[in-house]
């Protein structure tokens, strides 16, 4: 009776059609992600630091680095330690970007350096340290963590890069994140070319009810819009176009409420009911707040 031998390799995944090649490395109880375009390089490159505290994890680093190579970036999202002492993550960003700047391949004359909450604010020390290697910065909802976030724009006038400052209009639950945002671009405004986007309020439990109990945070918790395609038009312009592309730009990018109207298209501004907000390019949602 003959005998069909199976060897399995341990090589990184590539599915029919996929356009990436991932790696996910095991370390500090969980994965670190290197995703890879498939094609002919060299290849800009994204480093992607995560928020969270302790041993929570804000932000979805696999799909985020999947997502990020499918747009033609050598991405690297690195899983950083649990402990909640914030000094030690700064050198782990550091050794981070490292990790991606020696990837095999990579365009070191496009680098952009990517975070969210705790993330956001190590992308931005990133950016001070490392103002030679890094071309292109995004911030999303930084936070404070406790005196950093004030220390660091302190020392902001090393940033010589573009700037991209994302934050939804109902991030308040745990801190007040849109009013560190407008610190940020307060402060970076008078530097170097900075964009601030503010999105609607986010409902975080998809129920068609924007309350109290909806935490903007929760926007940046996965790849998802109206956030998303921004920030790769924001990597497009400044990392593949070769050209600044935020200078003078308004500082909040919103669209402008025109109405607002209940079922009957009466226009009201009462709450505890469905209504239809109309907008300046022609967009309609529908919502009912609660208050």
């Known amino acids: 009776m003959k005998r069909l031998l199976l060897i399995l390799l341990c090589v990184p995944l590539i599915?029919?059609?996929?356009?990436?090649?991932l790696d996910s490395i095991?370390?500090?109880g969980g994965f670190t992600y290197k995703a890879l375009p498939i094609g002919i390089g060299p290849f800009p490159g994204v480093l992607y630091s995560h928020g969270g505290l302790g041993g929570?994890?804000?932000?979805?680093?696999?799909?985020?680095c999947i997502s990020i190579a499918k747009e033609g970036y050598i991405s690297w999202c690195q899983l950083r330690t649990n402990i909640t002492s914030f000094s030690p993550h700064i050198n782990e960003v550091e050794v981070s970007l490292d990790s991606l700047l020696n990837q095999t391949n990579i365009d070191l004359n496009n680098i952009g350096i990517i975070g969210f909450s705790r993330g956001g604010l190590l992308t931005l020390i990133s950016a001070i340290n490392n103002y030679t290697s890094v071309h292109a910065v995004v911030t999303m909802a930084p936070a404070a963590a406790n005196s950093y976030l004030a220390n660091t724009l302190t020392q902001t006038s090393a940033i010589d890069d573009s700037v991209l400052i994302l934050v939804a209009e109902n991030d308040l639950y745990q801190d007040n994140h849109v009013q560190l945002a407008n610190d940020v671009f307060n402060v970076l405004d008078t530097i170097t070319g900075v964009r601030l986007i503010e999105y609607d309020a986010f409902d975080s439990d998809s129920n068609g009810i924007i309350n109290n109990l909806d935490d903007g945070h929760e926007l940046f918790w996965k790849v998802q819009e109206p956030y998303w395609i921004d920030l790769i038009q924001f990597l497009n312009n400044n990392l593949k176009n070769n050209t600044t592309v935020i200078q003078d730009t308004p500082k909040v990018s919103k669209k402008k409420l025109l109405n607002t109207i209940d079922v009957l298209g009466r226009e009201t501004k009462q709450t505890n009911q469905l209504l239809f907000y109309i907008y300046d390019d022609g967009t309609v949602e529908k919502r009912i707040v609660i208050e």
Do not use: M, S, V
């Open 15 to 21: 599915g029919f059609g996929q356009n990436y090649i």
């Open 26 to 28: 095991p370390e500090n």
């Open 56 to 64: 929570q994890i804000g932000g979805d680093l696999r799909e985020t």
